[in-house]
């Protein structure tokens, strides 16, 4: 898929990965929705100015099917078409199993994993007439391997891995392609918070040696918009943590 002029809407794209990957789309000349929960930031918008592309913000929240559908529909009325969907994102809410409460565990899937399924079902229609349409799911390696203390976040992030597969399956007919990445430990406002013991343990286990940043996942997210012959598939951009 040429990037040029196409459409792409990135959730959660106020910051972090989300960001950086509507950053490095609109360097390709693709125009951009970018979204949060509440208000973006001021200045958000103009920081694309240079890009020379189009840049619409839209706010709402993906875990509500209805928010999902308006906020998708706001998107085809502003610049005709939702070409590429990034469904970025996410939440946390880190416990033991023991600790977990129902509420806990339900949060996390609504909108990690039921925000995913609200988004895509809402552009799958039209992508599906339009005979073209690439979908890129953020999971995580947390999906791949579990974690201590992320049951909820492990169990939306390996949900979203099956759940593109199955997608893959039924939209491949009709040209649209669905895949995901899940990223390892990416440089971050949570990474740089961590005591330098844990950042210690965490680097001791990625064979790379460390940590990778936003723009190398963006370079992923854009990999897998253009590449015409790859569908169903899980990139773990991680620094060979999950290899076997």
Known sequence: MELKNKNVFVTGSSRGIGLAIAHKFASKGANIVLNSRGELPAGLVDEFASYGVKVVGVTGDVSQAAEAKRMVAEAIEALGS????VNNAGITNDKLMLKLTEEDFEQVLK???????????????????????????????????????????????????????????????????????????????????????????????????????TEEVADVAVFLATQEYLTGQVIAIDGGLTMQ
């Open 82 to 85: 939702v070409d590429i969907l």
């Open 111 to 213: 909108v990690n994993l039921t925000g995913a399924f609200n988004m895509t079902q809402s552009v799958l229609k039209p992508m599906t007439k339009a005979r073209e349409g690439a979908i890129i799911n953020m999971s995580s390696v947390v999906g791949l391997t579990g974690n201590v203390g992320q049951a909820n976040y492990a169990a939306s992030k390996a949900g979203l891995i099956g759940f593109s597969k199955s997608v893959a399956r039924e939209v491949a007919g009709r040209n649209v392609r669905v895949n995901v990445i899940a990223p390892g430990f990416i440089e971050s406002d949570m990474t740089e918070g961590l005591p330098e013991k844990i950042k210690e343990m965490s680097l001791a286990q990625i064979p790379m040696k460390r940590f990778g940043n």
